[in-house]
Each structure stands twice: as C-alpha cells, then as structure tokens.
C-alpha cells in the first residue's frame, strides 16, 4: 500500500514522523526501532552556537503528561552538521532539523546554513517554544513579528519551510494563515501549551523559568481542535501533533486536517509506538480500502 505524503513538495513514504525534541538527532532512538521505516525525524532544535539548556529542574511528569523546561540544549548547528547528518543520512531518513534561533537574524543565518545541505530535506521553524525567553514566545504570538520572521527566512531559502505554531494564541487558525501568506509551505501544530508546577515545600515555582511546556495525551483534544480549525482555514499541509499514543489519536489527527503527524512525548514512554502506529494505520486503511489521500480531512 502507498502510504506517502506530500508535505509542501517533499513526500513523506508516510504520514509518522518524530516530533522535534523527543527523539535527539535519531542516534537515540534508533536504539530501539528501525528509523528508516518513519516518514520523517524532526530533530532537536538548533541554535547557531551550542545552547546548554536551563538551570534548574527540566522536567516533571504531570497527569497524563509531562512538563518541561529543557531550554533548547542543543550541540550547535556545526556539530549538526559534522557529527549528526552523516548518521542520519546513512539511515535513509527524511531529517528536518528544527531551527530555534533566538533572534530573526539568528534564524535567517541558520536556515541560510542549512538550506542546500545534502540529508536536510525541509526546515522547521520553531516560532512557539514557551520555555526561551529570547524570541520563541514572542514570534509565537505576535503576527506581526511572525510575518516578519517567515518573510525574512524565506528570502534566504528555498527549502520546504513548515512553521511551528504556538498554541498560546486566540486563533491559531488565524496565525497559520499568516504564516501561508509570509511564505510557509506548511505547518505543524501544536507546540507545547504552557503551564507551570508549585513546589510546595519551597512555596515557590519548581521551575526557574517560572513557566514551562506542557505535552502529552493531556493536550491531545486541544491539539485536534486546533489542527481542524486551521484545515478549514488553509490549504497548506498541516502535520499534527500533541498526546498521540496510540492508532486511534493517529486516526484523529489525520481524519481533522493533518496531512502527517508526529509523535513525541510518548515515544519516551513507548520508543516502539510509532512503527507500531505506523502498521496499525496500514492494516486500517487496507481492511476499508481506503487511500491515506482520502482519510487526510475525511471529518470535515
């Protein structure tokens, strides 16, 4: 069975993808499954320069979910390019790096490295992460800013360019709009929500950023609402995202809008969940006879 995707000009030979973060620079987890077989990794996302992260704690399970405050660790867009691509390229693996500049120029110059490099196959531009506080929140939520952003990467690329968004806004349909009309071939959605935890023995927030990301099945109806929102709203691909774990949450995502979706959070707990996702949706789509084209917005 065909199971490809077309993904702003660059196909997909299916519609389960790594989400960013999650899943490293794909050395980790293809510790556990065969890498080859996803349709893409969307790897950590990268800085101009090594990031080491926040202080403080990062992470803390919450009720079906997790919240972090990784900060954007990251090795760097050189290391990237020496010591991760060659690995990922020998896997025969879609790699969409995740670019996390913390300026419009610093996410310019990435993409600029990044565009034309053989084993990169498409950028995503991180415009939604909660937990930085230079540039992630503020191009995530601001149209102005977001238009500007996107207007000035893609003049620098030519690569399919799929754009990030933050749930924390009013109308995210909205803001992919302004994200298709700036120059994005396509978008993911959603990025974490934010959140944050008490530490009641210090009587103070338990992160030091105060506020962190919050992921996992926790988010998943929000995150259905808002990829079939932007499906009646725009005509670009949407890759969905948030809480899947199992084949029916595929099913979700895909039956709302999403052209592809990526798993993530519970990869941690499941490594396996995607190659199984990834067989349970071709056994539904061939016991009904039906083509992944025909299921993508079949709840519209």
């Known amino acids: 069975m ?4 077309d993904i702003g000009g660059i196909t997909l030979k299916n519609p389960i993808t790594i989400a960013s ?23 950590k996302g990268l800085s101009l320069e090594p990031r080491p ?7 803390i399970e919450t009720p079906s979910g997790v919240l972090n ?3 954007l660790e990251n090795v760097g867009v050189k290391r990237f390019l020496e010591e991760k691509i060659p690995f990922l390229r020998e896997r ?10 913390h300026s419009v120029d610093e996410n310019v110059e990435l993409c600029g490295i990044l565009s034309g490099i053989d084993g990169v196959d498409a950028l995503e531009l991180n415009v939604s992460c909660p937990n930085v506080k230079e540039g992630g929140i503020a191009f995530g939520t601001n149209a102005e800013l977001l238009a500007e952003l996107i207007e000035r990467v893609r003049a ?6 799929i754009v990030k968004l933050s749930p924390n806004v009013d109308d995210i349909a909205g803001f992919a709009r302004i994200a298709k009309i700036a120059g994005a071939d396509a978008v993911s959605a959603v990025n974490t929500y934010l959140g944050m935890k008490i530490d009641i023995e210090r009587g103070k927030p338990y992160f030091d950023g105060i506020v962190a990301g919050l992921s996992g099945p926790a988010i998943r109806p929000l995150a259905v609402r808002s990829v079939f929102e932007i499906y009646k709203e725009v005509d670009i691909p949407i890759i969905g995202m948030g809480g899947i774990s199992s084949i029916e949450d595929v099913l979700e995502f895909i039956m709302a809008g ?8 519970m990869t941690m707990v499941s490594p396996q969940l995607p190659i199984a996702c990834l067989e349970m949706l071709e056994k539904f789509l061939e016991e009904r006879h039906l083509s992944i084209g025909e299921l993508v917005g079949m709840a519209h």
Not at 53 to 59: L, Q
Not at 92 to 101: D, E, K, L, Q, S
Not at 156 to 161: D, E, K, Y
């Open 69 to 71: 405050s990784i900060g």
């Open 53 to 59: 992260g926040n202080r403080g704690h990062r992470i």
């Open 2 to 5: 065909d199971l490809s995707v």
């Open 258 to 265: 999403a052209s592809a979706v990526s798993i993530g959070t």
């Open 156 to 161: 620098v690329t030519n690569a399919v360019l």
């Open 92 to 101: 025969n693996v879609r790699v969409i790096p995740n670019v996390a500049g």
């Open 21 to 43: 973060g999650t899943g490293g620079y794909g050395e980790e987890l293809a510790q556990f499954i065969d890498i080859s077989r996803l349709g893409a990794l969307f790897t």
